[in-house]
C-alpha cells in the first residue's frame, strides 16, 4: 500500500529532525531514546542540511484567533504562537516533555508543583524572564477578561515566588496534566510589561527565537530571527512569514506557483502535490474526527444506544473513503504507540458490524430506531463525513438530521442547538486531558454536563500525580470507550508539503508546527 | 395565460378588438412570432427536457441518489456509474438527476417569493404614483443598494441554511426587480385612454389595476421571469456552494459543484457535469426570455 510507505519515509523524516534538534537542547534523550533514528538516518538519503539565512513561507489553513496568549481561544493559534511566544516546557515532535523556560520540574507532592527556571533569558522588549513573570502570566491567564486559558489552568490555585528562578505552583486539586498544559498555549510567556498594550492582540511581546514584526490580520505574520535566543539552532532562517489560507486548494496551489514554501494539505491533494513535484510528508497525528453526543439529550443516555452507535460505523470504509486511506481508524482517544494506549481497546473493540447494533438497539426498546438532530461545520470534509455517518446510521434504523453551522461551537457548546456533532478533536497525548475537555461534568466542551461515574472515578484516579499514573490512565482511556461515551472514528495524518528548498520541515504528533532548526535554499 | 393576453389586446388595441371573428389573437400572434426564433425553441425544448427529467427521476436513475460506496469513490466513469461517483462514492448520474428537481424548485421558489413581494406593491406604486410611489420605492431602493448576493448571505445567516431559507432570501432580493418592471410599466398604462375611459365609467382603483393593468404588464413580467429564474438558478449555486442552501445529503447542482472542485485533479468529472447542467440551464432560461421579449408585446410598426 502506498500510504505505509509514505508512512515510513515521514516518520524517517521525523527521526531525522529530532536527531539534528536534539544537540542544541541540554536534553537530547529524545532522539537517543528511540531505536530507530539511527536506522531511519541510514536508510534513508540524509537531506542536505540547508545553509542558515533566507525567508520561509508557509500556508496555515487556520488563522488566530488573536495574538494574545491569554486570551487565545483556539487550539490551533499554536502554530503563530510558537515563533514568538516560549514556552516553559517544549514537547519534541512525538509529544515527549523537554526543558523550555524551565530547566526541570517535579510533584513535590500531590497538590505542589515546582520549576526551575533558565536564567538570563529577557523578552523582546527587554523584560528579565524570572519567576515572578511566570506569576504574573498564569495569574492573567486565569483571571483576564476572556481567558481562552483558565479552563486549563483550574487546577491552579496560586503561584509562589521561591526565589528570582524557581517557582511553586499550589494546586486546589491533584492535576497530573499539569506539566503537558504548560508545554502548549498555557505555557507561553507574555512580557509583564506588555500586558497592558493596547495592540496585543496583533503585536504580541514574547521570547521565543522569533519576533513578530508585521500582522495584518486574514492575511499573513512576518516573523523576524531574534540574536541573543538560547537556543542559536532553533532559528536558521532570518525570516519567517506565515499565510492564512483557508483553502486547501488555494494553498497548493500558492506552494506550486512559488508563493509560499511549505503548506498543511488534504488527504486527497496527496497525487496531485507528488505529481507536482513537492515533497510530501505524511505524519501521523492526535487529531481525532469523532462524533460527540449531548449526553442528556435524545437516546444518548443509554450505553446500549451509544454501543450500537459505535457497532455502526464502519470505520476502515471512512478511512479509505474519506482520508484515502491516510489515516487509522480507532476507537480509543489515543493512538497506538501513545504510553497510555490502552491494548484492550483496539481499533476493532467495536466492529462494524450493523445487525450487533440493532440488537443493542432493541435491548434498550428502541427496536424502531429513533431520530435525532445533529451538526457539522461547513468545512467540506466534515460535511461529507456526517453525510457519511448520516447513511450509516440509517443502516441500524437511527435517523441523523444533519445541519451545517458555521459557528459550531458556539451552537454546540453555547447555545445547545442540537444534539450531537460531527467534528474534528486537536487530540492530546494524556486521555486525562481529553477527559478533562469531554468527559468530566464541569466541562465547558461536554454540553449535557452528563458522565458516568464509573469514568469519573477513572478520571480523578488519573490526575494523581503517582509513579504507577500510565495505568491509570490507561484504565481511564479504556472506561471512556466501554461506556461510549462518543464515537471516535480515526486519527487522520497530517499532510505537509513543501518545495525542495526547504529541510527539516516537521509536524508535530500535537498537532501543530514549529520551524525548529528549518532551512530553505533560497530559490 | 391566454385570456389575459387576449384581455390585453382588446384594451391596447380597441380598435381591431371591435371585429366580431378575430383572425389573429394574440396568442396566435406570439406563436407565429415565437416560431421563428430558433434559439428560443430549442431553449425552450431543452428547458421541457429539464423538467421531464425531474419529474421522471426515479425512473431514470441507474443508483439510489445517496447510497454510498465507501470503498469506491472517485471511481471513473463506467458502464456501472456512467458519470462516475462522487467524493463518497455516490453515482453521479443519478444525483445528476436529483439534483435537477432541487435546482428547478430552487428556482421556482425565489421567483414565486419575489413576484408575491414585488406584484402588488409595483402595480400599486405604478398606478397610484404620489406619496405611496414614494414610500414604496425608498424601500426597493434600500434593498437593491445591497451587493445581491450579500444580502442573500445575510438573510440566510438570520433565517438560518436549508433550501426553503436560501431561496426565499434570493426571492427577496429579486424582489425590487419585479418591483420597478411593474411600476414602470403601470406608469405608462395609467396614462392610456382606456384607463381614462374605465375611471370615468366610475371603475374603482382595485378593479382597474386587477382587470386592466395587471394583463397588460403580463409582457414585460413573463420575460422579466424567464431571466430570473435562470439568476435564481445561480444564486442557489452560490448559495449552496457556500453551504447555505440545500442540506446535505440532498444535492443541486450548485451543492454538487461546491463540494466537489477540490478534487477535480482527481476527478475532473464531479465538477465537469454539474458545471455543464447549470451553465446550459442558466443560458437557456436567458435564451428563452430574449425570444419572449421578442416575441411578446405589441407590435410596432
Not at chain 1, 539565512?53 to 491569554?70: K, M, Q
Not at chain 1, 523537554?98 to 515546582?114: H, K, N, Q, S
Not at chain 1, 510528508?281 to 452507535?309: I, N, T
Not at chain 1, 428502541?366 to 435525532?372: A, K, Q, T, V
Request: net charge negative; proline share 6%.
Amino acid at each position: 500500500m502506498i500510504r505505509s510507505k509514505k508512512f515510513v519515509a515521514a516518520i524517517a523524516a521525523t527521526m531525522l529532525v529530532v536527531t539534528a534538534c536534539g544537540g542544541g537542547s541540554d536534553d537530547d534523550g529524545a532522539a537517543s531514546s528511540d531505536p530507530t533514528s539511527s536506522a531511519a538516518e541510514q536508510s534513508e538519503d540524509a537531506p542536505t542540511a540547508g545553509s542558515p539565512g533566507g525567508t520561509l513561507r508557509y500556508a496555515a489553513a487556520n488563522e488566530p484567533s488573536r495574538f494574545d496568549v491569554h486570551r487565545s481561544s483556539n487550539g490551533y493559534d499554536q502554530n503563530w504562537f510558537a515563533p514568538v511566544y516560549e514556552r516553559l516546557i517544549h514537547q519534541t515532535p512525538q509529544a515527549e516533555l523537554e526543558p523550555g523556560l524551565a530547566l526541570e520540574w517535579e510533584f513535590t507532592d500531590d497538590t505542589t508543583f515546582v520549576m526551575t527556571l533558565r536564567e538570563d533569558v529577557s523578552f523582546h522588549d527587554g523584560t528579565p524572564f524570572n519567576a515572578e513573570a511566570v506569576k504574573a502570566n498564569i495569574e492573567r491567564a486565569k483571571t483576564v477578561e476572556g481567558s481562552g486559558l483558565a479552563n486549563y489552568l483550574a487546577s491552579v490555585d496560586t503561584v509562589e515566588v521561591l526565589d528570582e528562578y524557581e517557582v511553586q505552583f499550589n494546586l486546589a486539586q491533584p492535576d497530573a496534566t499539569l506539566p503537558m498544559q504548560l508545554a502548549t498555549r498555557p505555557g507561553m510567556m507574555l512580557s509583564p510589561d506588555a500586558f497592558e498594550n493596547a495592540d496585543l492582540d496583533e503585536m504580541p511581546v514574547g521570547s521565543g527565537p522569533f519576533a513578530l514584526v508585521e500582522y495584518s490580520r486574514g492575511d499573513r505574520a512576518v516573523y523576524e530571527k531574534v540574536d541573543d535566543y538560547w537556543d542559536p539552532e532553533y532559528a536558521q532562517v532570518d525570516q519567517l512569514e506565515i499565510f492564512y489560507m483557508p483553502d486547501a486548494v488555494t494553498r497548493l496551489n500558492a506552494l506550486r506557483s512559488g508563493q509560499v514554501d511549505a503548506a498543511v494539505l488534504e488527504p486527497s491533494q496527496v497525487s496531485e502535490a507528488e505529481g507536482a513535484g513537492l515533497n510530501v510528508d505524511v505524519s501521523d497525528s492526535l487529531e481525532v474526527y469523532h462524533f460527540q453526543m449531548d449526553r442528556s439529550k435524545s437516546e444518548f443516555g443509554d450505553v446500549l444506544v451509544r454501543q450500537a452507535l459505535n457497532h455502526a460505523v464502519d470505520r476502515e470504509a471512512i478511512v479509505e473513503g474519506l482520508v484515502f486511506g491516510y489515516g487509522q481508524p480507532t476507537t480509543q482517544w489515543v493512538p497506538e504507540g501513545s504510553p497510555f494506549y490502552n491494548e484492550e481497546f483496539g481499533p476493532d473493540y467495536y466492529p462494524y458490524d450493523p445487525d450487533r447494533a440493532r440488537e443493542l438497539l432493541a435491548e434498550a426498546g428502541l427496536e424502531d430506531g429513533f431520530e435525532f438532530d445533529a451538526m457539522v461545520s461547513t468545512n467540506p470534509i466534515y460535511v461529507r463525513l456526517g453525510e457519511i455517518l448520516k447513511e450509516q446510521f440509517a443502516e441500524i434504523g437511527v435517523e441523523m438530521d444533519l445541519r451545517q453551522e458555521q459557528q459550531l461551537a458556539d451552537a454546540f457548546f453555547v447555545r445547545n442547538d442540537a444534539d450531537a456533532i460531527v467534528s474534528p478533536y486537536p487530540g492530546r497525548i494524556d486521555p486525562t486531558e481529553t477527559a478533562q475537555i469531554y468527559f468530566n461534568d464541569e466541562s465547558f466542551s461536554n454540553p449535557g454536563r452528563q458522565v458516568t461515574p464509573t469514568v469519573k472515578d477513572a478520571y480523578f484516579e488519573a490526575l494523581i500525580p503517582a509513579d504507577d499514573r500510565p495505568d491509570a490512565v490507561k484504565a481511564l482511556s479504556g472506561q471512556i470507550v466501554e461506556d461510549a461515551l462518543g464515537v471516535p472514528m480515526l486519527f487522520p495524518n497530517a499532510i505537509l508539503a513543501s518545495t525542495e528548498d526547504v529541510n527539516g520541515l516537521t509536524w508535530y504528533l500535537s498537532g501543530h508546527i514549529e520551524f525548529d532548526g528549518v532551512t530553505v535554499n533560497p530559490g | 395565460m391566454t385570456s389575459h393576453l387576449e384581455t390585453a389586446h382588446d384594451s391596447a388595441t380597441p380598435e381591431s378588438g371591435e371585429t366580431p371573428e378575430v383572425p389573429r389573437t394574440p396568442w396566435s400572434r406570439f406563436r407565429r412570432r415565437f416560431r421563428t426564433q430558433r434559439v428560443g425553441l430549442i431553449s425552450l425544448g431543452y428547458l421541457i427536457f429539464v423538467v421531464g427529467i425531474a419529474v421522471l427521476a426515479p425512473l431514470l436513475a441507474t443508483d439510489s441518489p445517496n447510497a454510498q460506496d465507501l470503498r469506491a469513490v472517485l471511481a471513473s466513469p463506467s458502464g456501472e456509474h456512467w458519470l462516475g461517483t462522487d467524493d463518497v462514492g455516490r453515482d453521479v448520474f443519478s444525483r445528476l438527476l436529483y439534483a435537477s428537481r432541487t435546482s428547478l424548485l430552487a428556482a421556482l421558489l425565489a421567483v414565486a417569493v419575489a413576484l408575491g413581494l414585488g406584484l402588488v406593491p409595483g402595480l400599486v406604486a405604478g398606478y397610484a404614483r404620489g406619496r405611496i410611489d414614494g414610500i414604496v420605492m425608498r424601500i426597493a431602493d434600500a434593498l437593491m443598494a445591497f451587493p445581491p448576493l450579500i444580502l442573500a448571505v445575510a438573510l440566510v445567516g438570520v433565517l438560518g441554511p436549508g433550501l426553503t431559507n436560501a431561496m426565499i432570501a434570493v426571492g427577496i432580493v429579486f424582489s425590487p426587480r419585479f418591483l420597478r418592471i411593474l411600476r414602470g410599466a403601470a406608469m405608462s398604462i395609467r396614462e392610456e385612454t382606456y384607463i381614462e375611459a374605465a375611471r370615468g365609467l366610475g371603475c374603482s382603483s382595485v378593479s382597474i389595476i386587477g382587470r386592466h393593468v395587471l394583463p397588460n404588464v403580463l409582457s414585460p413580467l413573463i420575460v422579466q421571469i424567464s431571466f430570473a429564474a435562470g439568476t435564481a438558478m445561480l444564486a442557489e449555486a452560490s448559495l449552496s456552494f457556500l453551504g447555505l442552501g440545500v442540506q446535505p445529503p440532498d444535492a443541486s447542482w450548485g451543492a454538487m459543484l461546491g463540494r466537489s472542485y477540490r478534487f477535480y485533479d482527481r476527478a475532473p468529472w464531479v465538477v465537469l457535469f454539474p458545471g455543464i447542467a447549470i451553465a446550459l440551464t442558466v443560458l437557456a432560461f436567458n435564451l428563452l426570455g430574449d425570444a419572449l421579449r421578442d416575441s411578446l408585446g405589441r407590435e410596432e410598426r
